[in-house]
C-alpha cells in the first residue's frame, strides 16, 4: 500500500510556472506503462496555460472549481466546476481561467 495525502504534496511551478501542480500520481509511483501522471492542477485568475500538444500522450481533465475556457485542436470550449474534456494526442490545447476564483482541476496523462 502507498498512502499520500494531498496536504503533504509540495506545490510544484508547471508550464513555466503558468499554473501549480501537486502531483498525485507519478510514473515512478506505479507499474503501468501506459498511465503517466495524476495531477492535481491549479490556474489563478486571469492567468492560462499556453498552447501546445503531446505526440504520444492523451490527457484528461477533470475540473473541480472555478471557471475558464479550454480549446482543443479546433474548438473552444467554456468550462466549469464538473466538466470533463479529453485532449487527444497530436491536437493543441490550452486553458484560460476567466472566472474570480483560482482555477483547479485533475488532470491524468495517457501513453498511447
Known sequence: MKKVNISELVLEDAHGGELKKKVLVAKKDIDNKHLMFVNEAYIDTGKE?????HDD???????????GEMSVGEETT????????????????????????????ICLGIKL
Open 57 to 67: 500522450m492523451e490527457e484528461v481533465f477533470y475540473f473541480l472549481s472555478g471557471e
Open 78 to 105: 467554456k468550462i466549469k466546476a464538473g466538466d470533463r474534456i479529453i485532449a487527444p494526442a497530436k491536437q493543441s490545447q490550452w486553458i484560460k481561467n476567466t472566472g474570480k476564483t483560482t482555477l483547479k482541476y
Open 49 to 53: 496555460m499556453s498552447s501546445h500538444l
